[in-house]
């Protein structure tokens, strides 16, 4: 059965309004997922702790099948309206409990796809680099320590739902991942200004992995130093760099077409 909350004093909106900040999501290990769409896309094995939902949400939809998954809490459209994130809230949110991955799982994985990314600080950029190493089907994402917070609102917005369906490592040491991937004879190319080949080049049927740099820096030196070959994307135009989830899909694709070309003999 919901439970209706009417005061802003009640311990759940004040919690929801702690969540704003990482170090309360960090502390209770959960994030929140808001809107319609989003909390859609929240796979059946995922750990759901509570929907909130608004009074306007509650009269207009039948919340009996979310009260089947979890409990639900029914907030004044005003109170609603304060603990979201966003300008015109659709109503529904929901907190959730984060997915632990297994590391050695992923580098076992027959024909392996990553990309690596240096202190990624735009939670845009973030959430859109997600969803596209989701639509080309990225074995793993691994972050590299001072990049922006994986469930920050907005990173999560720009995922549109795809930070479910791929795993996403957090505060990893570049130079330890670089070793777990030579170890493992995956090649680590970076994206690089310098570089000498073209990504059309290389064979990227076999397992692989892309470095990506910070938007504004690019790669630090000491990051591309970890990789094993530079690559470049070709721009025959004006402009001296691309956005770096522009950057990420265009190598992300070329992996996807050399994948989905028949072999030749």
Request: net charge negative; glycine share 6%.
């Amino acid at each position: 059965m919901a439970k209706y909350i009417e005061s802003a004093q009640n311990r759940l909106v004040k919690r929801l309004h702690g969540l704003k900040l990482r170090k309360n999501r960090e502390k209770e290990q959960v994030f929140v997922a808001e809107g319609i769409r989003f909390v859609g896309e929240i796979p059946k094995d995922w750990p759901v702790e509570c929907y909130v939902v608004s009074a306007s949400y509650a009269a207009e939809y039948d919340i009996t099948e979310l009260e089947k998954r979890a409990e639900v809490y029914v907030l004044t459209d005003h109170l609603f309206a304060d603990v979201a994130e966003t300008e015109n809230p659709q109503g529904i949110m929901a907190i959730c409990g984060r997915k632990e991955y297994d590391l050695a799982e992923m580098l076992e994985k027959k024909n392996a796809f990553f990309l690596m990314a240096e202190e990624m600080n735009d939670p845009g950029n973030l959430g859109t680099v997600i969803r596209t190493a989701d639509a080309c089907a990225v074995d793993a994402i691994f972050l590299s320590k001072g990049s922006v917070d994986l469930y920050n609102p907005k990173t999560l917005r720009a995922t549109m739902g795809s930070v479910f369906h791929i795993p996403v490592f957090q505060n990893v040491s570049l130079d330890e991942m670089a070793t777990e991937l030579r170890e493992q004879g995956i090649p680590l190319y970076a994206a690089h200004l310098q570089g000498r080949q073209y990504p059309y080049s290389l064979n990227l049927r076999r397992a692989c992995a892309f470095l990506i740099g910070n938007e504004a820096r690019g790669l630090s030196e000491e990051a591309a130093a970890l990789c094993d070959s530079y690559v470049k994307i070709p721009m025959p135009g004006q402009a001296e760099s691309l956005n770096a989830s522009v950057a990420a899909a265009v190598l992300l694709y070329e992996v996807v077409r050399q994948r989905l070309i028949p072999r030749q003999n």
